[in-house]
């Protein structure tokens, strides 16, 4: 993005600071509306999925009336959740309750800017974008918290304690998890990890496969970061059959639907990130190294990038649809019990890999060692 | 510390066996066991217990199922017409209240003339559009001897059906 | 053990206070007189060799026709299989009687229910409230002489 | 939306604004998870695999707050009517109520001999859709839902009445 | 409210609660998560059935025994009918009673389908709720075939049952009984050996022999105590002293005997032993009347009996009065549900509020049969 405005602003012959200055807000807005666009489609059609993954493993089938295969479920959601009263309790904190949903959904809207889709497609290509993304996603816990506490309701307050707890303490295990992949390429720039794991026929040079370190933090990381966008086993703080709907249970229509696709947001978000560190982000694997042209590998890159997003969120659903719920101390107890260690020794190892191999990974090995 | 390994090992297989009996689910549209039902509609079996139906032409006005329902949805009035038969001016059934038990249908001692059809699905707006009329309306009375026997349940005693 | 010795051991301990032995009664019953049934219920629970650990029901009943009420107990013992009713008469005007809940802490829930349902007063329980109907209902519904009311709240009935 | 019914005329882009809110309303019909009595089990199956509400868009919610429709599923005593008329003060409007079953139709069963049944749950909540039934098949629910949603395809939002 | 309560929150779970199982209303006292009490309130569906009772004729209030405990309607009308012709005097035709004994079972089997139902879905596991409720479809049909109804069937009548079984009830039922071993071996898979589930419920809410003694509990959750004490061993009725079939005890696998996880595992067990007892009666078949004779107007002479069976739920007793009239001239209705509910104040002490939801999921509760 940055990139993109100044090519366009150099190749411009005017200098007048205020004419640049429009220019760069417009090309922003433009940006961020198709950002914005784009990932309001995802939800919707995230939630689509859902249903219709739960459909496929509860034996049914799921939303198949509303349009072609109910593939305009989540547009009649949408509008008839517009449409509905706002109702307000007469005893909530009107200004936290009405605050609260828009911090969440911002949020995790701006959890989108720093990842990078493709070899040119980014909105900011920042050279903290892994700390940019373990920050950002930590506000939501806040933003949980004023909703639940605004709502005056003891439901949504147990929920709101519950997320808070349970979102502060899964930051160890998922910036610790994070930290063994990440020293290896040595970046938090987003595009560079992504970059340092090409070759390898296009998926051998992946961080999870460079050394056994890597693959454990992997799973570490994707556990944890299910518990990180409350989704069963870890949906204590809207835990349905315990408190209601935990901390939304007050809400209604439009204010509701924006936790509703914050919530889908996360989990693409967290997704990416496993992708981005562990996956190989949008390298596309085994034809990678085919010559092509820029467009066409442009776009092979998304796709793939989005393939792999939605295979890890498609895990997601398939293990809410199939565990139990945990209860809020036992969830404590596998953060501080075995995560945390388990990702604290495996950074360890994985320090101790890099300080006596530099970079190479198992396969680097493996293919020197054929190839002597 | 071997039990924390084992304990962990445990965890861990038993929620992968169970989301591989999911997964089953998940990839194989076979197992699906919906039937879409404004398209597929099942016959119900013989003797379903639906809507109720009263061929009033062969009705005796014996007033057996009025008295034998335990919540007086059925409403009986008959009145005696020139040949001295009992003839019923008002039959109506409220479906609202109906509890579709089956008691009135085995007193009513005619064959085929108060039966259950294999019709469920009547839903409606108001609550009057679920009583279902079938009485024969004015019959020329011999006399004008009436008779008004409309949800006598209570009479002790004479709870025969015939 | 057979009915009839249960009788007799109880007559024997209690004397007087073991009014009838009733046969036609399935399970044939025992009346005890009001005051010692909290009494008679203890022995017949800690008592040696009869080990009525459970109370399977307590009920009350309008007898109007008798100008009594009536509490029945119906006991049964696990270990030795054998069943019993303890049956109590009660003034009709004014039933007290004495509470189990010590006995068996399941009876606690079976009196505030003959409490809210007929009325009848058990002394000594810890928490005698209605139980199925509203705080503010009137009435005892399960008296053969009660009338159904017109209105409640807002709605008729 | 009663002060723009008089001032707006009758025109095309409103009749077809008007179609589109009810197709979203009558296509995301989210139901309360409230069940009383017998009806519950049948609202039940019905939401499960062999009939599959969500087929409709008819997921259920937790929370009166998040739900458009209520099903009154089973009986409803008069201690429990005054927490019903609360619960469907705290769902956002428009909101549409079913009564399922003989007992939220009229008190059924206990319509005769029982002091503590509400007779019928219009005494104390409108009522849109009446489903008979003791309790009705969950295909007789469905077609209660499938009338429903033809009757909020009817209603007028923008255009005069 | 005392001093020392004030430190405590209060919330009201119910009566309109996604778990309480009905219309169950508990006034939950909480400091954060841990509860320090809970007291029950009843009666919101209380539907004077005893009042009913004394105003209809025997043969009316059969209609009315289903609605008692719709989940095991045959069980109760079995119950009832038992009771009258106990009074009566009547004696069943053979056929007739293997027939009850078919349709008690196979609906004891369906009520556990939904007590495991329910229980997973408490317990944050939807899917397990739905495959219950499947399975449970088949014998709705079973049902249908043989009386028209799904769920309040009439079908036990006084002296035997409305009608006899109509072609291809059998085959459709052996059928079933072909089916069924496997799902079971399904929800195990799926739940019941799950380790979350296992340590959700494990230790939790130990009810010991003299508790369940004290309490009047009975029918599973008497048995998950270590109690072996099942009416139809102990004192049979109907032909289940012909049959041969099992009565699991708890035995304490997963923790100590007694707890929910004992609680929950007796129901799958019974689901075994009861599709074994309905395999044995359709061998048992012969031809023969399907009712006694019993005279359309019932006037039993004066008397009371007091007579039980075993319920899914536990012992349903009817204690009858007869003063030799057309009706009862008092029904009492022992219901187990009722006793095993009033256990939950004690239970329910120093536990989380997820564990409440466990308790009264274990405990499989019914509220109109509590309420009545």
């Known amino acids: 993005m940055t990139e993109l405005i100044n090519r366009i602003l150099t190749g411009m012959s005017t200098t007048m600071p205020l004419t640049r200055l429009l220019i ?28 219709k993954v739960a459909g496929d493993i509860q ?63 980014s909105i900011a290509n920042l050279n903290v974008g892994v700390l940019y993304m373990i920050a950002i996603s930590s506000v939501v816990s806040m933003a949980i918290l004023m909703g639940a506490w605004g709502s005056n309701n003891k439901w949504s307050l147990f929920g709101g304690m519950r997320a808070v707890a349970q ?46 370190f890597t693959l454990i933090a992997f799973f570490v990381y994707f556990i944890a970061a299910i518990a990180e966008v409350n989704r069963t086993p870890f949906d204590i703080p809207e835990a349905e059959s315990e408190i209601v709907a935990g901390y939304h249970t007050e809400y209604t229509g439009m204010r509701f639907a924006f936790f509703f696709m914050a919530e889908y947001g996360d989990m693409f978000v967290v997704s990416a990130i496993a992708a981005t560190l562990f996956l190989g982000g949008w390298q596309i694997p085994f034809i990678g190294g085919i010559p092509m042209p820029v467009w066409l590998r442009e776009v092979l890159q998304i796709g793939v990038f989005f393939t792999k997003v939605f295979l890890l969120i498609y895990v ?18 596998l953060c501080w019990k075995y995560l945390t260690p388990i990702a604290l020794f495996n950074l360890i190892g994985a320090s101790v890999w890099v300080l006596l191999l530099h970079d190479k990974g198992v396969y680097d090995i493996i293919a020197r060692v054929f190839t002597r | 510390m071997a039990g924390y390994f084992k304990k962990m090992y445990h965890s861990i297989s038993t929620v992968l066996t169970g989301l591989g009996v999911t997964i089953k689910y998940g990839i194989n549209p076979k197992t699906e066991v919906t039937q879409q039902y404004p398209e597929v509609k099942r016959e119900p079996p013989d003797g379903f217990r639906g809507k109720l139906f009263v061929d009033i032409n062969i009705c005796t006005g014996c007033t057996a199922c009025a008295r034998i329902c335990p919540v007086d949805a059925i409403t009986l009035k008959t009145v005696r017409d020139e040949n001295k038969k009992l003839r019923p001016v008002l039959f109506d059934i409220d479906n609202a209240r109906c509890i579709y038990c089956g008691l009135c249908v085995e007193a009513c001692p005619v064959d085929n003339c108060l039966y259950f059809e294999k019709k ?23 006399e004008s001897k009436t008779e008004d026997k409309k949800t006598e349940a209570e009479k002790e005693g004479k709870e025969a059906a015939q | 053990m057979e009915p009839k010795k249960i009788y007799g051991i109880l007559s024997e301990k209690f004397g007087g206070k073991i009014k009838q032995f009733i046969e036609s009664t399935l399970p044939p019953s025992v009346l005890v007189e009001t005051g010692a049934i909290a009494d008679v219920c203890r022995f ?49 005007n004014n039933p007290h009687v004495q509470t189990v809940e010590q006995v068996w802490p399941g009876a606690n829930w079976y009196e505030r229910e003959a409490y809210d349902l007929l009325g009848i007063v058990f002394d000594g329980h810890s928490d005698l409230r209605r139980i199925l109907l509203p705080e503010d209902w009137e009435g005892h519904p399960l008296r053969k002489d009660y009338v159904y009311p017109k209105r409640y709240h807002t709605w008729d009935v | 939306m009663g002060v723009l019914e008089d ?37 039940m199956q019905t939401g499960a695999a062999r009939y599959d509400l969500d087929r409709f868009g008819a997921i259920f919610r937790a929370t009166p707050r998040q739900s458009d429709l209520m099903i009154v599923a089973g009986t409803i005593t008069h201690m429990m009517a005054d927490r019903v008329k609360r619960l469907y003060d705290q769902m956002p409007s428009p909101k549409y109520v079913i009564a399922m079953g003989s007992c939220a139709n009229t008190g059924g069963p206990f319509y005769k001999d029982s002091y503590s049944v509400l007779k019928g749950v219009d005494k104390v909540i409108p009522v849109d859709v009446y489903v008979p039934g003791c309790p009705p098949k969950p295909e007789a629910l469905i077609e209660g839902i499938m009338k429903l949603q033809k009757k909020i395809m009817e209603e007028k939002n923008l255009v005069k009445k | 409210m005392t001093k020392a309560d004030e430190k405590f929150m209060q919330v009201n779970m119910g009566p309109q609660h996604p778990s309480t199982h009905g219309v169950l209303r508990l006034l939950v006292t909480t400091d954060g998560e841990v509860l320090s009490g809970v007291k029950p309130y009843i009666g919101y569906l209380h539907r004077a059935l005893e009042k009913i009772a004394e105003r209809v004729t025997y043969p009316q209030f059969t209609p009315f025994t289903d609605r008692l405990d719709y989940l095991a309607s045959m069980n109760c009308n079995l119950a009832y009918a038992m009771t009258v012709e106990k009074l009566l005097n009547i004696e069943v ?69 409305s009608k006899d079984i109509p072609g291809g009830f059998i085959e459709k039922t052996r059928e079933f009984l072909d089916y069924f071993p496997a799902k079971i071996k399904e929800y195990n898979e799926l739940l019941s050996y799950n380790a979350i589930f296992i340590k959700r419920l494990a230790n939790i809410a130990v009810i010991s022999p003299d508790d369940a003694f004290d309490y009047g509990i009975t029918g599973p959750n008497l048995r998950a105590s270590g109690i072996k004490w099942d009416l139809r061993r102990e004192e049979p009725y109907l032909i289940y002293n012909e049959l041969d079939f099992d009565v699991p005890v708890g035995k304490g696998e997963m923790g100590k005997t007694g707890d929910a996880w004992d609680r929950y595992m007796m129901r799958i067990y019974e689901m075994e032993q009861s599709a074994k007892i309905v395999r044995q009666c359709l061998d048992l078949l012969a031809p023969g009347d399907y009712t006694a004779k019993v005279s359309k107007v019932l006037k039993p002479p004066a008397g009371e009996v007091y007579v039980r069976a075993e319920n899914p739920r536990g012992e349903l007793g009817f204690y009858l009065i007869s003063d030799g009239s057309t009706k009862p001239y008092r029904l009492k209705i022992r219901a187990p549900s009722f006793a095993n509910l009033s256990i939950i104040p004690k239970l329910a002490r120093g536990v989380m509020i997820a564990d409440l939801i466990a308790i009264i999921g274990s405990m499989d509760i019914i509220l109109p049969e509590i309420d009545r």
């Open chain 1, 316 to 333: 997601m659903m398939w293990i809410r649809w199939t565990l139990p719920r945990l209860r809020v101390d036992q969830l404590m107890e």
């Open chain 1, 167 to 212: 979102i502060v303490s899964y930051e160890i295990p998922i910036v610790l998890s994070l930290l063994a992949a990440i020293i290896i390429p040595a970046s938090l720039n987003l595009r560079d990890i992504i970059a340092y794991q090409s070759g390898g026929l296009g998926i051998f040079r992946w961080l999870v496969f460079n050394n056994p």
């Open chain 1, 59 to 121: 034996a049914r089938i799921g939303p198949n009336r509303v349009g072609p295969y109910g593939l305009l479920q989540f547009v009649a959601d949408g509008v008839k959740l517009l449409l509905k009263e706002d109702i307000i309790p007469f005893y909530a904190d009107r200004w936290l309750f009405i605050i609260a949903p828009y911090i969440v959904f911002t949020v995790s809207f701006a959890a989108f800017v720093p990842l990078s889709y493709s070899d040119h497609v």
């Open chain 2, 120 to 142: 469920y699905e009547f839903s409606a707006y108001s609550k009057q559009d679920l009583i279902s009329h079938f009485g024969l309306g004015e019959v020329k009375p011999a």
């Open chain 5, 93 to 161: 035709p053979r056929r007739a009673q293997i027939l009850r004994v078919i349709m008690a079972e196979l609906n004891r089997i369906s009520s556990h389908l939904i007590a495991f139902g329910s229980f997973s879905s408490d317990m944050g596991a939807f899917t397990p709720f739905l495959f219950g409720i499947r399975e449970r479809e088949f014998i709705n049909d079973l049902f249908e075939i043989a009386c028209g109804a799904r769920l309040t069937y009439n079908y036990i009548r006084i002296g035997g049952v």
């Open chain 3, 44 to 92: 017949l629970k800690e008592g040696d060799g009869l080990d009525f650990t459970s109370l399977m029901c307590l009920s009350g009943v309008d007898l109007k026709e008798q100008g009594k009420m009536a509490v029945v107990y119906h006991l049964h013992s696990m270990k030795q299989k054998h069943k019993i009713t303890i049956k109590v008469e009660l003034d009709r």
């Open chain 1, 24 to 51: 760069t807000i417009l090309i922003m807005v433009v940006s961020t509306a198709i950002v914005l666009a784009v990932s309001l489609l995802y939800e919707g059609f995230a939630t689509y999925a859902e249903r």
């Open chain 4, 7 to 43: 001032k707006l005329p009758d025109n095309i882009l409103f009749t077809n604004v008007d179609k589109f809110l009810n197709w979203s309303r009558k296509n995301s019909l989210w139901y309360m998870l409230f069940a009383t009595a017998c009806c519950g089990i049948e609202l």
